[in-house]
């Protein structure tokens, strides 16, 4: 196990365009985030799933964007239709529910949208 | 509302320095506190948390609920703590949503 992964580490897509990110965990780690991170700003709380279950969305989730977390293995997240406020480092990030309950972060899909 | 204030975005000192990094939050219920750092190409990652009240790399941070601070500090940098450094509170009860402030790049000169 390598830690959190991400892909693809970079998308440039045309305004308009669908664009999806995949997260994989750490594998023995049932709960999984999303943020996301502009130039100058620290990361943004997006979303969380614990399992397969998605227990909260922050408002900053349009209704473009979608995240989906299937087997409660693998994540993806899509937005639909980017625009160009869209472009920005989506970081995914994993910790177990219990216990140290620490976020262990991914290096992020960057995200241009031209 | 909960919020998370780093004032400095640079801050430059030389090797062998004392370093602060400022933090100050505001949050209604009991705070947890967390320093996470970004090494140049590398991920985002956890430095220390306030619960853990332990050193780390030389670096210590005291939670002041008074001042509502989580100064991040170390007595001699070191080039190798150049980096981009993060405050962030836990909120939202058991879970780990954070809010992180905006950082502050920390350049050690030789």
């Known amino acids: 196990d390598t830690g959190v992964s991400q892909d693809p580490r970079h998308k440039i897509t045309k305004r308009g365009q669908n664009v999806t990110f995949r997260c994989d965990p750490i594998?023995?780690?049932?709960?999984l985030y999303w943020y996301r991170q502009t130039l100058g700003q620290g990361p943004e709380f997006l979303t969380y799933f614990q399992n397969e279950a998605q227990l909260e969305k922050s408002r900053l989730l349009s209704d473009r964007f979608s995240a989906e977390r299937p087997k409660g293995s693998f994540s993806t997240l899509e937005i639909q239709r980017t625009e160009q406020g869209d472009s920005a480092m989506y970081l995914c990030?994993?910790?177990?529910?219990?216990?140290?309950?620490?976020?262990?972060f991914g290096a992020g899909s960057r995200l241009t949208v031209l | 509302a909960q919020r998370v204030t780093q004032p400095e975005k640079l801050l430059s000192v030389f090797k062998g320095a004392p370093v602060e990094l400022k933090c100050n939050y505001s949050y209604s219920g009991s705070p947890e506190l967390f320093w996470y750092v970004q090494y140049s190409r590398q991920r985002l990652q956890l430095l220390l948390r306030h619960i853990s009240r332990e050193s780390i790399k030389g670096f210590t941070a005291d939670l002041n609920k008074g001042e509502t601070s989580f100064h991040l500090k170390k007595p001699f940098a070191q080039e190798e703590d150049s980096a981009m450094y993060y405050c962030a509170l836990r909120y939202g009860g058991a879970t780990n949503k954070l809010i992180f402030g905006t950082g502050t790049l920390l350049a050690v000169q030789p």
């Open positions: 990030a994993s910790s177990l529910a219990v216990g140290a309950n620490v976020l262990t």
């Open positions: 594998s023995e780690h049932n709960r």
